[in-house]
């Protein structure tokens, strides 16, 4: 039995879904870090994929996703340069079931 190729329409419905979500999880940490009152995050100046902070001299910006955090007035990194969300989207209310990471572990 042979698996058909997938069409066009069903790969660019792919994509559009994954970029909703990554849309709703980028919308939602940047509401929770300018919150007022502050947050509770769990977030890293660190990518937990290349191991190299926003800081270092060979950090590649264009390949990671940072955001500045006005609590700890730092830049941090909201998506590692191999796409995974480095925070928990539970904690900005999102079914986590696309996070792997460990809190305290991972970041």
Known sequence: MTRANPSNTDIAQQ??????????YLT????ALTNE???????TDK???????VTADYFETSA?????????QTHIVVIGCEGYWL??????GLDPQMWS???????
């Open 15 to 24: 994509w559009a879904d994954r970029y909703v979500a990554q849309h709703d």
């Open 28 to 31: 939602r940490v940047y509401a």
């Open 37 to 43: 009152s502050g947050h509770q995050l769990m977030t």
């Open 47 to 53: 990518c937990t994929e290349c191991d190299y902070a």
């Open 64 to 72: 990671h996703w940072i955001m500045w955090d006005p609590q700890s």
């Open 87 to 92: 925070i928990n989207p539970a904690s900005v």
């Open 101 to 107: 990471g460990i809190e305290g572990v991972n970041i």
